[in-house]
RNA sequence: GCCGAGGUAGCUCAGUCGGUAGAGCGAGGGCCUGAAAAGCCCUGCGUCAUCAGUUCAAUUCUGAUUCUCGGCA
């Protein structure tokens, strides 16, 4: 708390991002550094922006959401569907409203591809395109496999040659982008300009070993089962869910369970599998950002890594 | 104690009519711009239980040992 006016000159030319894989502890973190830093934590989270979707999406609990306000959650009904550019937009305006207040902006969360987008920009194009995706998609069925990334490589030779040819969807949204801009997004993708323009990012990625993040995990999903995912699943099942709000880890599985294609035990065991692929996607995206500051943790409380990271931030 | 089956990749197992081995699952690594908690790609040297014998050559045949699982006592 004593550190506020030091950082206080800086708070409007410095963003930090606090990240790591899921289960690893970066909740309880983020609470103790936000009150250090006397701030707000604006969620960067693909999941929790969505209302009813709590246990599951481990959210903050009540408790922590009242010591710290949080931006970017609960904000949308999980019939709405979501994407990177609405993320982008609303955690723009986010940012205007916290620095409005001389805040430090803050955010954290697990989604690393919206954190990209926020810090490296996003090219403007029209909105997803359903019908067109879904008659390429037809296109592909009818003519066999490799065929949209056939005419992708006469339109955009470069992003062709990045993409391979079983990655539909990408193949898909590049075509998407040139059918309806006429421009490659090969070429697009040079012209964004993000927040490392305008701000100095700092980065902070929370880690433990593997063994021990695959334990947590497992303990989570099981404490998740006592909160009752069950209840809440069924609830969220009786409502329409959208097409990325369904895509959550944990629901899909236990409704699998609700529909008797799976036994609970199994629905259980496919979520904590689910949950370790998912932190092992999750760690290679950050690896691969090589301005990442990483924070091993082993025995230390959240309270000591929020110290460590307060410290350095004053440096 | 006796009879039977078996010990091969982290797990479940296949296989080698003797030329040092392969599937599924798991796991590891990577990619990533409006579905991202999604999607996509790549990766299998492992004392073939141990010891000895036969053989140019044994994980494969023979014997002993050991362990596991069934059945009978």
Request: charge should be positive.
């Amino acid at each position: 708390m004593v550190f506020h006016h030091v950082l206080q000159a800086d708070n409007m030319k410095s963003i930090i991002f606090l990240v790591g894989p899921t289960a690893v502890g970066k909740t309880a973190v983020s609470i103790y550094l936000a009150k250090m830093l006397n701030t707000d934590i604006i969620s960067c989270d693909s999941m929790q922006v969505y209302k009813g979707m709590d246990i599951g999406t481990g959210k903050p609990a009540l408790a922590q959401l009242r010591q710290v306000p949080h931006h970017m959650i609960d904000v949308l009904s999980p019939v709405r569907n979501f994407s990177v550019a609405d993320f982008r937009k609303k955690a723009l305006d986010c940012i205007e409203v916290i620095k409005g207040k001389g805040k430090k902006v803050f955010f954290v969360g697990g989604t690393a591809l919206y954190m990209r987008a926020l810090i490296d920009g996003l090219f403007s194009s029209p909105p997803a395109d359903r019908a067109l995706r879904n008659r390429l998609l037809r296109q592909e069925k009818i003519n066999g496999r490799g065929y949209l990334y056939k005419q992708l490589s006469r339109v955009d030779k470069n992003s062709a040659k990045l993409l391979h040819p079983n990655d539909t969807r990408r193949v898909i949204r590049a075509l998407e982008v040139y059918t309806n801009t006429g421009i490659p997004i090969s070429v697009l993708k040079k012209g964004t300009r993000g927040l490392k323009s305008k701000y100095s990012i700092k980065v902070f990625c929370l880690n433990r070993n593997r063994k021990e993040l695959y334990n947590l995990i497992e303990a989570r999903v099981d404490y998740m089962f006592k909160r009752g995912l069950l209840a809440e699943s069924r609830r969220l099942k009786v409502k329409k869910l959208s097409m990325t709000a369904r895509q959550a880890l944990g629901y899909r599985e236990v409704f699998g369970y609700l529909d008797g294609r799976l036994t609970l035990k199994a629905a259980k065991e496919l979520i904590k599998k689910n949950t370790r692929n998912f932190a092992k996607r999750q760690l290679s995206w950050f690896r691969n950002d090589e301005s990442i500051e990483w924070i091993d943790i082993d025995k230390e409380k959240p309270k000591e890594i929020a110290e460590i990271l307060c410290k350095k931030l004053m440096k």
